[in-house]
C-alpha cells in the first residue's frame, strides 16, 4: 500500500505548520488550523463512511441513512454480489472516488481505467464489467488519502474497506445537488451547492447575506450555471 510521504510525518513540518497557522483568519488558515490541532477520535468516525452509519443511525435512525447493500474488504466480492440496475460505490478511507451505476449515465460512459480510477464515475448497468469494477475497488484500497498526520490525519486510521449503497435520485430522476453548510463559531457562515454529484461540477458559495459567487471549476465542456440559495437554507 501507498504509504505518506516524510513531510507529511515529519515533526519539524508539523511544528512549522502550527507556527504558521497559529492566528487563522481565512477560510483556507481555519480549515489547516482544524486538520493540523483538532484530532478528536470523533473526526476519525465522521471520515469513515461506514462507521458514520452507525453513529447516524444510533443518533437519529437509519431512517436518515440510503440503504448499505454491502461493506466489502475484499473488493472481489463486488463480483459475485446481487446488486440493482442502481447503486453507488465507494470507498470508506477517502473522498472524491464513486462510480455511480444508473441507466441515467452518457451511454458512452466507461469505468476509469488504471491509475486514474480516483476520480467520479457515472456509467450505465450494461457499461459495468464486475471484474472491472473489483479492479477499481482494488486500487482504491492501495491508496491512502489522508497522507499523514500533518495533511488530513483522520483519514489514515480508517479501515480500507469498500461501501455499496443505494442511489438516491432526484425528482427528475437524476442525481441530486449537493449541499454543504461551513460552520464557524457554531454559526453558518457560508453555503455551498454542487451540482451534478460531482466533486469536479460547477460550485455556487453563497454567505449568510445571500451573495453568491460560481467557482471556476468543472468538467470540460460542462456549462456552468447562475444558481440561487433554496428557500429552505434561509
Same mark, same amino acid.
Given at each position: 500500500m501507498k504509504s505518506a510521504r516524510w513531510r507529511e510525518r515529519s515533526r519539524l513540518v508539523r511544528l512549522w505548520r502550527l507556527f504558521r497557522t497559529r492566528r487563522p483568519?481565512?477560510?483556507?488558515? /481555519?480549515v489547516?488550523? /482544524?486538520m493540523l490541532r483538532d484530532h478528536r477520535p470523533l473526526l476519525v468516525t465522521f471520515a469513515d463512511k461506514a462507521a458514520v452509519r452507525d453513529h447516524v443511525t444510533a443518533l437519529g435512525g437509519a431512517a436518515y441513512l440510503p440503504d448499505a447493500y454491502a461493506v466489502l474488504a475484499d473488493p472481489a466480492d463486488l463480483v459475485g454480489l446481487d446488486l440493482p440496475d442502481a447503486y453507488v460505490v465507494k470507498p470508506t478511507h477517502g473522498s472524491g472516488a464513486v462510480v455511480v451505476v444508473s441507466s441515467a449515465a452518457p451511454a458512452e460512459a466507461r469505468l476509469p481505467g488504471p491509475g486514474a480510477r480516483w476520480i467520479y464515475s457515472h456509467v450505465r448497468p450494461e457499461s459495468v464489467d464486475r471484474k472491472e469494477l473489483a479492479a477499481v475497488g482494488a486500487e482504491w484500497l492501495e491508496q491512502l488519502y489522508g497522507q499523514g498526520p500533518n495533511k488530513e490525519w483522520?483519514?489514515?486510521p480508517v479501515p480500507r474497506q469498500i461501501l455499496v449503497e443505494e442511489l438516491l435520485v432526484g425528482p427528475d430522476g437524476g442525481i441530486p445537488d449537493d449541499y454543504k453548510f461551513f460552520v464557524f463559531h457554531q454559526r453558518v457562515? $457560508?453555503?455551498?451547492?454542487?451540482?451534478?454529484?460531482?466533486? $469536479?461540477?460547477?460550485r455556487t458559495s453563497t454567505d449568510r447575506g445571500g451573495n453568491g459567487s460560481t467557482s471556476a471549476v468543472g468538467r470540460p465542456g460542462h456549462r456552468h450555471r447562475n444558481r440561487h440559495r433554496p428557500d429552505w437554507t434561509r
Open positions: 483568519r481565512t477560510f483556507n488558515e /481555519k489547516r488550523y /482544524k483522520a483519514y489514515g457562515r $457560508l453555503f455551498r451547492s454542487t451540482s451534478a454529484g460531482s466533486a $469536479l461540477a460547477p
